[in-house]
Nanobody
Framework: VQLQQSGTGLVKPSQTISLTCTIS??????????WSWSRKTPGKGLEWRGT???????YYSPSHNSSTSISSDTSNIQFTLQLSSVTPEDTAVYFC???????????WGQGTQVTVSS
């Protein structure tokens, strides 16, 4: 099983970031598996941003705002993180990950450096 990330790397403030995680060898609909997005910055470490389960249940970090959105497509092998109206504080390495049964992450995407700069 692998997670492959793709998406925007460099954007300007107020634009939208869209990152996609493509799953090979598994599916978002696998019972009791959670699929998440996190980001890592030198100053704050790893921050969880949100999780999708079974294509329909989405959970967001309490620190998220309305500009964050997680969704999946109808193939159930891709899930996407969208951040709109980004600021330089959104600059980070973003990771998707799998968490079976809520027991912790066992599989990670390769990470995507996202830089927000004018």
């Amino acid at each position: 099983v692998q997670l492959q990330q793709s998406g925007t790397g460099l954007v300007k403030p107020s634009q939208t970031i869209s990152l996609t995680c493509t799953i090979s060898g598994d599916s978002i609909t696998t019972n009791d598996y959670y699929w998440s997005w996190s980001r890592k910055t030198p100053g704050k470490g790893l921050e969880w941003r949100g999780t999708i389960k079974h294509s329909s249940s989405v959970y967001y970090s309490p620190s998220h705002n309305s500009s964050t959105s997680i969704s999946s497509d109808t193939s159930n092998i891709q899930f996407t993180l969208q951040l709109s109206s980004v600021t330089p504080e959104d600059t980070a390495v973003y990771f998707c990950a799998r968490d079976p049964y809520g027991l912790g992450y066992d599989l990670w995407g390769q990470g995507t450096q996202v830089t927000v700069s004018s």
